[in-house]
């Protein structure tokens, strides 16, 4: 047959670019799909440049019609999901596909086959997905919230592809949600005395996260992190080689006064980071830097004006998590964040998430700030044998 698909595995230079600039040319029309830089993507699917490399097996897969590419998607396996207790999501047995693109339903039916053809071959019986590549990037297929495009760190997919990937036996596993908020006017009456009351307990100090020792204030929050996540469906902790290469990736990205760690006698006790939504500038720039783009994004970093914001991570310590203080911290933190994010960079709009759907507390503070769902990821589940 003329029109017949063929699934190969990625294994040189030229296939890796056209795998990249797959999703360049399947989004092309998509006025809401912000291109990544691609020097960005190259990076996430490089060993010896992502971390996640070392403790995960991938392969890549390209799917071509009468030799023209018409599809992509990765197959990987992360050794440390691998050790996860089954109940969180993870565990034995269980491997990922991601970075899924076609052009119609029989490409990614043939690309789908693949991949779990790939994963039965390294010993796996269940696929968890999507994921590109962990859950700490783009967890997840986009399932409501097509019409606005994803704010920093946050995946696009288009709508038909949960009917191709659900009719490949798919079934759901999980919801994750992002919330959008009007910033501009401040929280409801409630969550002002709730904020002035932490302020008035002497043993509560909730600062910022200091840009002259990054990183310190960065391993911190980790720290925090790994702690406050550890009981997270779909956890996997972060390695110290993880650890520091988030570091780097993320320092352009704190902003002075938008990132707070929350203290209790002293100890740090929970975090919060928020960061400017580079996609606004991204959806312009096709994936390149050069030869101006890279001048344009680092002279907005230096002082973003008009600036929306996502909340991309928040954690308090376990021994504090489910009590009147976790509520509390998340309160003054967010509040002393929209303060400086409205006073100093003209937000008018942030958003909260991932969140998941079973995460009943984040799901209440943002019911208690007004803020509403506005997207909404499926991670889906099936078995291989």
């Known amino acids: 047959m003329t029109d017949q698909i063929s699934v190969t595995p990625v294994s040189n230079k030229a296939e890796l670019k056209a795998f990249v600039e797959c999703a360049y040319d399947l989004n092309a029309g998509d006025p809401n799909w912000v291109p990544p830089l691609r020097a960005d993507v190259f990076e996430l699917l490089t060993p010896g440049k992502n971390p996640f490399h070392e403790h995960a097996r991938m392969q890549l ?17 992360d050794e440390l999901a691998l050790e996860q207790p089954p109940e969180q999501g993870m565990g034995p047995g269980t491997g990922n596909w991601g970075m899924m693109e076609a052009a119609d339903e029989a490409a990614m039916a043939a690309l789908i086959a693949a991949a779990e053809d790939w994963l039965r071959g390294q010993g796996m019986n269940r696929v968890l997905a999507p994921f590109s590549l962990s859950v700490w990037e783009e967890p997840g297929l986009l399932t409501k919230g097509q019409d606005h495009p994803p704010m920093i760190m946050m995946g696009h997919h288009k709508a038909e592809y949960q009917g191709w990937i659900e009719g490949q036996d798919y079934k759901l596993a999980k919801h994750l949600y992002t919330y959008d908020l009007n910033v501009a006017n401040g929280f409801p009456p409630l969550i002002d005395r709730i904020v002035k009351l932490g302020e008035r307990n002497q043993k509560i100090t909730v600062r910022n996260v200091n840009p002259a020792r990054f ?45 707070m760690i929350a203290e209790l006698d002293g100890e740090p006790v929970a975090f919060m980071l928020a960061w400017p939504d580079i996609n606004r500038l991204l959806i312009n720039m096709k994936g390149k830097l050069w030869p101006f783009n890279a001048l344009r994004l680092l002279s907005w970093l230096r002082k973003p004006r008009l600036a929306d914001f996502r909340v991309p991570l928040m954690g308090v310590v376990k021994k504090h ?17 929209r303060r400086e994010a409205v006073g100093t960079y003209g937000c008018a709009r942030a958003e909260v998430g991932w969140v998941l759907e079973d995460n009943q507390g984040m799901v209440a503070i943002a019911d208690a700030i007004g803020s509403k769902c506005n997207r909404e990821y499926s991670i889906y589940e099936k078995s291989l044998v």
């Not at 590419?69 to 990987?76: D, E, K, P, T």
């Not at 998590?321 to 964040?337: C, D, G, H, K, P």
């Open 61 to 77: 897969f390209l799917a071509r019609r009468n030799g023209k590419v018409v599809g992509r998607i990765s197959a990987h396996i």
């Open 215 to 259: 990183d310190e204030d960065a391993e911190i929050a980790i720290s925090i992190l790994n702690d406050a996540w550890s009981k997270n469906w779909g956890f996997v902790p972060f390695t110290e080689t993880e650890k520091e290469y988030a570091k780097k990736k993320l320092k352009p990205l704190i902003l002075k006064g938008t990132n």
């Open 321 to 337: 998590q489910n009590t009147r203080l976790a509520s509390q911290l998340a309160f003054m933190m967010i509040e002393y964040i």
